[in-house]
């Protein structure tokens, strides 16, 4: 199993700057990738950004030269610098893990909410 815990969301002015936490606990040598979706509300959840076991990172559109996913292996820690929010980043934000032989995005943790104000 894997647990993960997220930290780090509030409410931000336009243009202003979050950085997220994901601490990962439990089968960590598992993992061979980890990221972060967010849901708003009356959408489908997307994936953000993610970051491979080797630290291959990819990002949506969306954010592409926003924001960076980051770790900290030393502490089993995944981030998310988020800079030049805009309202529409407004959302929770979810950790989530896939361990080797699985398919889908298998560990989550219990969100964080963003909210950028205008």
């Known amino acids: 199993q894997v647990q993960l815990v997220e930290s780090g969301g509030g409410l931000v002015q336009a243009g202003g700057s979050l950085r997220l936490s994901c601490a990962v606990s439990?089968?960590?040598?598992?993992?061979?990738?980890t990221g972060w979706y967010r849901q708003a509300p009356g959408k489908q959840r997307e994936l953000v950004a993610s970051i491979t076991a080797g630290g291959t990172t990819n990002y949506a559109d969306s954010v592409k030269g926003r924001f960076t996913i980051s770790r900290d292996n030393a502490k089993n820690t995944v981030f998310l610098q988020m800079n030049s929010l805009k309202p529409e980043d407004t959302a929770v934000y979810y950790c989530?893990?896939?361990?080797?032989?699985?398919?889908?995005?298998?560990?989550w943790g219990q969100g964080t909410q963003v909210t950028v104000s205008s």
């Open positions: 989530a893990a896939r361990k080797s032989g699985v398919v889908t995005w298998d560990s």
């Open positions: 439990g089968r960590i040598f598992s993992i061979i990738i």
